[in-house]
């Protein structure tokens, strides 16, 4: 055959296969098309061909697995102001609860124009604005209650066990979170990083990994004049956060060895992170890496909080007391898109701590499999959700002002906090013996 004749058909083949592989990548974007066209053509109410769009690509990203989302702009600067620590608003949680269909305040955070206006854990937010909070959804209620900076919001509530609803006026402020708390608060009303029963032992609580928590970690860290001779990491509730926070907070405790190791589909996502020797004059003054230490976990210890604690627990550096944590151990990347109007948070890789085994909770995982983290021996020590309520609403009291504290309920006593302390006690003990 002649080169020439040889060379025109290569060219025709290479035509045809990438003509092929064009229709069958637009073979499902002409369907979808075509759907978003009918729906807003037909569908009994009018819809928008945007929030079509937007709620197709967040049903796609929830069909991968329950950490994978969309973030269209309305949702966007939310989940910014989360990892940000700072956001307009009231400074409230709330959550969905399912008896009424209204907000219910989960967490009032301190200093907040919502503390100081009176509200509660366990409020349910009947209306605001007079608007009628029943069956509407969580975001739309949040979005309600945020709005300018120095502008009052009005909200109607219902008070634990009262009869009555009351309206509250709120102005609302900018809220900086803390994501690094202590024990109590002083009459400065400053944090102190000590157990109030048990000078001698360090606590401190960690609500999430965010932007500025090692920075709080580094202040809280130094005892000053008031040393401590061994530590509490409270990480229980702890949903996550950033991964270099996670890995700068196990690198204050450790002076070398594996952090967390990344591993993805492709070699290019998996990598790991050591722990790496450190200038000691960086660190706070009073802070030991040879500190006795315990980290309490629960169920709801997720994620970031998730790699400290298997992190300290595999290198030997602290006792773990609680419950097994929830396995939440994928990677997600924020992937923006449309110019950075929208983002795709995409599940890309698994971590896996120090000995080898991966911190996720796969789909259908048995108990026996290897996921999370679990206790250390003999320190397992498991609350129900009355006592968990009960012990939530002491903390509330501790750290706020007289006029706005809950009704005081018979005092609890939290079991996985008397644990630590036992732990560390006998550490101590065994410290001074040698």
């Known amino acids: 055959m002649p080169r020439r004749n040889l060379l025109t058909i290569l060219v025709a083949c290479a035509v045809s296969l990438i003509s092929y592989e064009r229709a069958s990548r637009n073979r499902y974007g002409d369907l979808f098309a075509e759907v978003v066209n009918i729906v807003s053509q037909r569908y009994v109410e009018p819809v928008a061909q945007r929030a079509l769009f937007d709620d ?34 009231i400074g409230i949680e709330v959550t969905l609860d399912e008896e009424s269909a209204a907000p219910m305040v989960n967490r009032v955070l301190p200093g907040t124009p919502a503390r100081r206006a009176g509200l509660l854990p366990g409020d349910i937010i009947v209306a605001i604005e007079g608007q009628s909070t029943r069956g509407l959804s969580l975001e739309a209620s949040v979005k309600l209650m945020r709005g300018p900076l120095g502008e009052d919001v009005t909200l109607t509530v219902r008070h634990a ?194 000995n080898g085994h991966n911190i996720h909770r796969r789909e259908g995982a048995a108990e026996e499999d290897e996921w999370g983290v679990r206790p250390s021996k003999g320190f397992e020590v498991k609350i129900d959700n009355e006592l968990r309520r009960k012990l939530a609403l002491q903390r509330f009291n501790r750290d706020s002002p007289p006029a706005v504290r809950a009704n005081d309920e018979a005092p609890a006593v939290d079991p996985q906090l008397e644990k630590a302390v036992e732990c560390l006690k006998a550490r101590l003990a065994g410290n001074r013996k040698a």
């Open 161 to 354: 066990g009262a009869d009555q609803d009351i309206d509250l006026v709120i102005t609302r402020d900018r809220i900086e979170t803390e994501s690094v708390l202590g024990d109590f608060r002083g009459k400065d009303e400053k944090w102190r990083y000590y157990l109030q029963g048990h000078p001698e032992i360090g606590y401190i609580r960690v609500r999430t990994f965010g932007a500025r928590t090692v920075e709080e970690l580094y202040d809280a860290l130094d005892y000053g004049d008031h040393p401590v001779e061994a530590l509490i990491l409270d990480l229980r509730d702890n949903p996550g956060g950033l991964l270099p926070a996670a890995v700068a907070t196990c690198e204050l405790f450790l002076d070398e060895g594996l952090i967390v190791r990344i591993v993805g589909r492709s070699p290019g996502v998996t990598r790991q992170f050591d722990a790496h020797p450190r200038n000691k004059k960086q660190l706070p003054p009073k802070l030991q890496t040879t500190l006795p230490m315990v980290i309490l976990v629960n169920e709801y210890s997720a994620s970031a909080s998730e790699i400290v604690a298997a992190c300290l627990k595999d290198h030997g550096r602290a006792v773990i007391v609680g419950e097994r944590t929830y396995g939440k151990g994928s990677v997600q990347n924020v992937i923006e898109i449309e110019g950075g109007a929208s983002a795709l948070k995409l599940t890309t890789a698994y971590y896996q701590r120090p």
């Open 56 to 89: 197709a690509i967040s049903g796609m990203m929830e069909g991968l697995d329950r950490h994978s989302t969309f973030y269209p702009p309305r949702k966007l600067a939310a989940f910014n102001e989360d990892l940000d620590q700072e956001f307009p608003g």
